[in-house]
T-cell receptor, first 117, second 110 residues
Framework: DTGVSQDPRHKITKRGQNVTFRCDPISEHNRLYWYRQTLGQGPEFLTYFQNEAQLEKSRLLSDRFSAERPKGSFSTLEIQRTEQGDSAMYLC???????????????FGPGTRLTVT | EDKVVQSPLSLVVHEGDTVTLNCSYEVTNFRSLLWYKQEKKAPTFLFMLTSSGIEKKSGRLSSILDKKELFSILNITATQTGDSAVYLCAVEYNFNKFYFGSGTKLNVKP
């Protein structure tokens, strides 16, 4: 399968624990995005990378959240000291860049559903 | 404040009906508008629109963008039960940032 993959697909954790999610984008895509989606809402932008550089972070991304893409390939999203409000679907998406600097459409992974008890 | 608003929030139709979903936006430095279909999994890409007045079509689905009035519509003709999903509109702005609407939940009954 050459699509975007995410691991794990489901995570249940207790409040206060740390969790880490992984995203493997489509191999030739240099842009990688993280989103959070709650029930009945569209995906909310969290952060994105171009190659290994993290270009922007949403104000939604508190200091408990950190994301990395060390070699410009896979990315990890870590949440420290999880809270019940962190329960959501965490989606990863990847895209290429057009020559003029505009992004191609994003392709989404299946998501990681986090439940904080 | 940047925003993307979709309407209606939900819609129930019968197979064979035609539906029109709406997306209006107010963002700085608009670059493109995208439509996605989301069933009980990740969103799947439908259309990307960058120019006003040019219809994009794929089978029974079509979409058009009006950059003057700041909206887009997604049409689905001869609906089928397999079209039941949440349809998301996303706007690309400020160099590769994407703002999603809350979606329209479509339920197509047999």
């Amino acid at each position: 399968d050459t699509g975007v993959s995410q691991d794990p697909r489901h995570k249940i954790t207790k409040r206060g624990q740390n969790v880490t999610f992984r995203c493997d984008p489509i191999s030739e895509h240099n842009r990688l995005y993280w989103y959070r989606q709650t029930l009945g809402q569209g995906p909310e932008f969290l952060t994105y990378f171009q190659n290994e550089a993290q270009l922007e972070k949403s104000r939604l991304l508190s200091d408990r959240f950190s994301a990395e893409r060390p070699k410009g390939s896979f990315s990890t999203l870590e949440i420290q000291r999880t809270e019940q409000g962190d329960s959501a679907m965490y989606l990863c998406a990847s895209s290429s860049i057009r020559r003029q600097g505009m992004a191609y459409e994003q392709y989404f992974g299946p998501g990681t559903r986090l439940t904080v008890t | 404040e940047d925003k993307v608003v979709q309407s209606p929030l939900s819609l129930v139709v019968h197979e064979g009906d035609t539906v029109t979903l709406n997306c209006s936006y107010e963002v700085t430095n608009f670059r493109s508008l995208l439509w996605y279909k989301q069933e009980k999994k990740a969103p799947t890409f439908l259309f990307m629109l960058t120019s006003s007045g040019i219809e994009k079509k794929s089978g029974r689905l079509s979409s058009i963008l009006d950059k003057k009035e700041l909206f887009s519509i997604l049409n689905i003709t001869a609906t089928q039960t397999g079209d039941s999903a949440v349809y998301l509109c996303a706007v690309e702005y400020n160099f590769n940032k994407f703002y999603f609407g809350s979606g329209t939940k479509l339920n197509v009954k047999p």
